[in-house]
Nanobody, 121 residues
Framework: QVQLVESGGGLVQAGGSLRLSCSASGRIFSVFVMGWYRQAPGKQRELVARITYGGSTNYADSVKGRFTISRDNAKNTVYLQMNILKPEDTAVYYC???????????????WGQGTQVTVSS
């Protein structure tokens, strides 16, 4: 079994910064794609950013230039540095990872429990 544990959410004023972290643990053989999604009240969950094992990244247009995703493969940890935060960034942020477990022949998707980010105007 694999667990994703997030940290770093909170309340910040518009224009401020937050850094989210997510660590994968358990019977892990390899962690492929890691990423962050978010879901605001009344809206669908949407991709914020994702990063491959090799470091290739993708971002939602709404966060380009403000958010930076990175990872530490040795620690199976992904980070999301969020700068110039806006009230519309308010949402629950979920960590995501595609993981192949020890003894498994394929990768499975895992989600964290979510961390609240609230940006006040």
């Amino acid at each position: 079994q694999v667990q994703l544990v997030e940290s770093g959410g909170g309340l910040v004023q518009a224009g401020g910064s937050l850094r989210l972290s997510c660590s994968a643990s358990g019977r892990i053989f390899s962690v492929f794609v890691m990423g962050w999604y978010r879901q605001a009240p009344g809206k669908q969950r949407e991709l914020v950013a994702r990063i491959t094992y090799g470091g290739s990244t993708n971002y939602a247009d709404s966060v380009k230039g403000r958010f930076t995703i990175s990872r530490d493969n040795a620690k199976n940890t992904v980070y999301l540095q969020m700068n110039i935060l806006k009230p519309e960034d308010t949402a629950v942020y979920y960590c995501y990872a595609e993981v192949s477990s020890i003894g498994s022949t394929r990768a499975s998707a895992y989600w964290g429990q979510g961390t609240q980010v609230t940006v006040s105007s």
